[in-house]
Structures are given as structure tokens and as C-alpha cells.
């Protein structure tokens, strides 16, 4: 099996080719926009058909959610005509597409819990980008889409991050307490991923570590693994842009994602959040103290 992996750089694509090499598999083409620009068609088309995959993990992606509405252009170039570049090579090729996308597709306005049935209605330039991604990769008929949420892994940057970091300046911090939804962490979905590329249960999943939470809940959870005095003010979206002065995309209230099909399918529901951010900032805690 041959697998190609973009995006190698970001939290995800670093972890599925950590999963791959545990697994054994050795060819793997893990690339990043220095080696392949996803926007260039024929640069695309170039690169995959010589390498010719069985399992192309689609994992690049213009990912800053507020930088993306003064970069309308670049974040659709990205997310929707690199993605389309792409799923034209894995057609070719004839391999299997997954591609990753996002809980900014909803607009957070719904009471319950979302499924991968639910109407679509992104208020975000990012969560348009990416559903835009989401429609190209249907025309493969080998794809699994993943909506996955508040994605965290050891290689980039993220909110434990950020969070462990204010807390050695901080001993309070002001954290949106009316966004709700799941973290994710990269190691438990990579996982998932090398898993479904052996199948052929096809389609649109939920992908997203057990539970909910809010970011308020999440701040003081990470504090207290992590043995960090630090107290959490609950604050909610408005006040927060009031109080920092930013101006911020549009982020759904409600991330809520249903997790059922997954295991309707035969794939095992990934640990819950609290597990995974345990297990995050021991990982952390010992690339540190390398």
C-alpha cells in the first residue's frame, strides 16, 4: 500500500504519518506546500500520478479561521480549488480520498446534536471553503469525509497550548463559556483515519473525541491536569470581543456532533476529551523535557 499524505507540517498530517509508521508501512509521501503546491493543477496532477497512492489523506488546508475573511481569495484557493486539484489526481489514480473538514459547515444555531444528515449552513469564510472542499471530494466515489472540531496534536499550534502559555503570565483569564463542543486530538484521529482508508465504508462522518464541553470548561480542565493555579472567568462570545477589542469570524455556538455512525460502521467512537487532553499534556510534558 502506498499512502500521500499533505499537509505533513499541520497537527493532523504529522500524526497520521506517525500512525502509518507504527503500523509498519514505509511508503508514505509525506508533503507539505514546500513540496507541492495545491493550487497548481498541473503541479498536482504531476506529483500523484508518478507516485501513483492507494490512500491519499488530504489533511492541507487554510486553517486561520479569522485571517480567512480578509482572505477571501487565498482561503478558496486553498480549500476549494486545492481540493479540487486534488480529488481530480485521486480519480485519476484511482485512489481513496480521505479529506477532513470541519464543525464550521453549521451555523451552531440548532438545539440538539448534529448528524452528518443535518443541513449545511456555514456563516464563516472558512466553513464555506471548506464545504465548497467537501462537494469536490463527493465526486470521488472512494471518499470519507471527517467534521472534525478544536483540533489539538503535538506539532502546531493550538488552544492547550496557548492556554499553558497565558498561564505562566496569568493567574485569571477571561475564556468564551457559550461555545460548545468537542476537542479533538490528533492521535486518536489519526487512528480513525488509517483505519477507515482499510474499508470501503465510504461517506460523511463525525469524527471528534467523546463528550462536550465549552471552552470556559476546557481552559480549567487543562489547568488542573496540568497543576496550574489559574481561574477561569466564564465569559460569553460578545463580551469577549468587548473585552479584547478583536474582531472575530463567525463561530457556531453549538459544535455538538453526533458520533453514532461511526459506530453503526464498525469504527470504534474515539476516547473521550478528557482522556485525550490527559494524554496530550503528558505528551507535552515529556517533549520537554527532552
Same mark, same amino acid.
Given at each position: 500500500?502506498?499512502?500521500?499524505?499533505?499537509?505533513?507540517?499541520?497537527?493532523?498530517?504529522?500524526?497520521?504519518?506517525?500512525?502509518?509508521?507504527?503500523?509498519?508501512?514505509?511508503?508514505?509521501?509525506?508533503?507539505?506546500?514546500?513540496?507541492?503546491?495545491?493550487?497548481?493543477?498541473?503541479?498536482?496532477?504531476?506529483?500523484?500520478?508518478?507516485?501513483?497512492?492507494?490512500?491519499?489523506?488530504?489533511?492541507?488546508?487554510?486553517?486561520?479561521?479569522?485571517?480567512?475573511?480578509?482572505?477571501?481569495?487565498?482561503?478558496?484557493?486553498?480549500?476549494?480549488?486545492?481540493?479540487?486539484?486534488?480529488?481530480?489526481?485521486?480519480?485519476?489514480?484511482?485512489?481513496?480520498?480521505?479529506?477532513?473538514?470541519?464543525?464550521?459547515?453549521?451555523?451552531?444555531?440548532?438545539?440538539?446534536?448534529?448528524?452528518?444528515?443535518?443541513? &449545511? $449552513?456555514?456563516? +464563516?469564510?472558512?466553513?464555506?471553503? !471548506?464545504?465548497? /472542499?467537501?462537494?469536490?471530494?463527493? #465526486?470521488?466515489? @472512494?471518499?470519507?469525509?471527517?467534521?472534525?472540531?478544536?483540533?489539538?496534536?503535538?506539532?502546531?499550534?493550538?488552544?492547550?497550548?496557548?492556554?499553558?502559555?497565558?498561564?505562566?503570565?496569568?493567574?485569571?483569564?477571561?475564556?468564551?463559556?457559550?461555545?460548545?463542543?468537542?476537542?479533538?486530538?490528533?492521535?486518536?484521529?489519526?487512528?480513525?483515519?488509517?483505519?477507515?482508508?482499510?474499508?470501503?465504508?465510504?461517506?460523511?462522518?463525525?469524527?471528534?473525541?467523546?463528550?462536550?464541553?465549552?471552552?470556559?470548561?476546557?481552559?480549567?480542565?487543562?489547568?488542573?491536569?496540568?497543576?496550574?493555579?489559574?481561574? &477561569? $472567568?466564564?465569559? +460569553?462570545?460578545?463580551?469577549?470581543? !468587548?473585552?479584547? /477589542?478583536?474582531?472575530?469570524?463567525? #463561530?457556531?455556538? @453549538?459544535?455538538?456532533?453526533?458520533?453514532?455512525?461511526?459506530?453503526?460502521?464498525?469504527?470504534?467512537?474515539?476516547?473521550?476529551?478528557?482522556?485525550?487532553?490527559?494524554?496530550?499534556?503528558?505528551?507535552?510534558?515529556?517533549?520537554?523535557?527532552?
Amino acid at each position: 500500500m502506498k499512502f500521500l499524505i499533505t499537509g505533513f507540517k499541520g497537527q493532523l498530517g504529522y500524526d497520521i504519518n506517525r500512525e502509518l509508521k507504527s503500523r509498519g508501512y514505509k511508503d508514505i509521501m509525506a508533503i507539505d506546500k514546500d513540496e507541492m503546491d495545491i493550487t497548481n493543477h498541473e503541479e498536482v496532477d504531476k506529483v500523484i500520478t508518478e507516485y501513483n497512492p492507494d490512500v491519499i489523506f488530504h489533511c492541507a488546508a487554510f486553517t486561520a479561521v479569522d485571517k480567512a475573511e480578509d482572505e477571501e481569495e487565498l482561503c478558496t484557493k486553498v480549500n476549494a480549488l486545492g481540493t479540487k486539484n486534488i480529488t481530480d489526481a485521486s480519480i485519476k489514480v484511482g485512489a481513496k480520498l480521505l479529506y477532513m473538514s470541519t464543525d464550521y459547515v453549521f451555523d451552531g444555531t440548532k438545539d440538539g446534536i448534529y448528524t452528518e444528515e443535518d443541513e &449545511v $449552513n456555514p456563516k +464563516s469564510v472558512y466553513g464555506k471553503t !471548506k464545504y465548497l /472542499g467537501e462537494m469536490e471530494v463527493r #465526486r470521488n466515489p @472512494n471518499h470519507f469525509i471527517t467534521r472534525i472540531s478544536w483540533v489539538f496534536g503535538i506539532n502546531g499550534g493550538n488552544f492547550i497550548k496557548t492556554m499553558l502559555k497565558l498561564s505562566d503570565r496569568f493567574d485569571t483569564l477571561n475564556v468564551v463559556g457559550d461555545q460548545i463542543g468537542s476537542p479533538t486530538y490528533t492521535v486518536d484521529l489519526a487512528r480513525l483515519l488509517v483505519d477507515m482508508a482499510f474499508t470501503d465504508k465510504y461517506g460523511t462522518y463525525n469524527a471528534t473525541n467523546e463528550g462536550y464541553v465549552s471552552w470556559a470548561e476546557f481552559a480549567e480542565y487543562i489547568f488542573k491536569v496540568n497543576d496550574k493555579n489559574v481561574s &477561569v $472567568n466564564y465569559v +460569553s462570545t460578545e463580551d469577549y470581543l !468587548k473585552i479584547t /477589542g478583536t474582531k472575530q469570524a463567525y #463561530r457556531p455556538r @453549538n459544535s455538538r456532533l453526533s458520533k453514532d455512525k461511526l459506530e453503526e460502521n464498525g469504527f470504534e467512537r474515539l476516547p473521550s476529551w478528557e482522556d485525550a487532553t490527559e494524554r496530550y499534556s503528558k505528551e507535552l510534558k515529556l517533549k520537554k523535557d527532552r
